[in-house]
């Protein structure tokens, strides 16, 4: 992997403000959220909110497989990830990634029990754009 697609693909994490969450459905059909990007521990891992009673979370449940897109359309630069998803109900998750203005979707607050965290981990991926390469995670973080 060039340097410069690697620093693509950091800026792409780094600057989208949404990414396309992708999961299996219970038809084993992929079934993709745009979903807002909140919180990245490095690039292999990524955190979204959403709806404890979504049919994401109970896909999720039964089928952990997932990716995850960023791109910039303008330009014809994208990166998919692709890992799986942890379901995370438990306080700690979610006082992390609880935001000002989420009582919108959550009415109950940082409490609510209709509010989950997904925890999306990458263990390969593949860029798009010039010197479009696949990696794995591990060549990525080196």
């Known amino acids: 992997m060039t340097e410069d697609a ?3 693909i950091e800026s ?3 600057n989208s403000g949404t990414a396309v969450l992708a999961c299996v459905d219970a038809e084993g059909y992929p079934a993709l959220r745009a979903m807002l990007v909140l919180e990245h521990e490095s690039l292999r891992t990524q955190y979204f ?5 979504s049919a994401k979370v109970r896909a999720f449940l039964e089928n952990p497989k997932a990716s995850v897109y960023y791109c910039t359309p ?3 630069r994208g990166v998919l990830f692709i890992g799986t998803v942890a379901v995370c109900a438990d306080q700690p998750s979610k006082d992390f990634l609880w935001r000002e203005g989420f009582e919108r979707y959550y009415p109950k607050g940082v409490t609510d029990p209709d509010y989950s965290v997904l925890k999306f981990t990458a263990v390969k991926g593949c860029y798009y754009g010039p ?3 696949q990696f794995s995670i591990e060549e990525l973080e080196a």
């Open 74 to 76: 303008d330009n014809y």
């Open 6 to 8: 690697r620093n693509e």
């Open 131 to 133: 010197g479009r390469c």
């Open 49 to 53: 909110s959403t709806n404890t009673s």
């Open 12 to 14: 792409l994490r780094q």
